[in-house]
Nanobody, 129 residues
């Protein structure tokens, strides 16, 4: 089984900073990409930032220049540093993990790899006084 778990949410004043973490655990062979998405009440889930195994990054237009995604894929972990926070950044932030999982062949004991794409349960970020 694989778990994807976010941490670091909370309440912060406008203009403040917050750092989110997301760690994937389980029978992981390698990380292809991990990223952050968010969903505010009444809105669709939207891209915040993603980072691939080749360290290529992509950001949503509304967070460019304010948020920075980074990784420690040796620990299957991704971070989101959020600066200059605005009330409109208030949302539940979800972590997505695109992984290769490993298993053992029941016939010859060889390594089997298979794809996994899953989400954490989310962490709430509230920006306000």
């Amino acid at each position: 089984q694989v778990q994807v778990m976010e941490s670091g949410g909370g309440q912060v004043q406008p203009g403040g900073s917050l750092r989110l973490s997301c760690a994937a655990s389980g029978n992981i062979f390698s990380v292809n990409a991990m990223g952050w998405y968010r969903q505010a009440p009444g809105n669709q889930r939207e891209l915040v930032a993603t980072i691939t195994s080749s360290r290529s990054t992509r950001y949503g237009d509304s967070v460019k220049g304010r948020f920075v995604i980074s990784e420690d894929f040796a620990k299957n972990t991704v971070y989101l540093q959020m600066n200059a926070l605005k009330p409109e950044d208030t949302a539940v932030y979800y972590c997505n993990a695109d992984l290769d999982l490993k298993s053992q062949s029941p016939t010859d004991g060889g390594l089997i790899l298979y794809k996994y794409d899953g989400w954490g349960e989310g962490t709430l970020v509230t920006v306000g006084w």
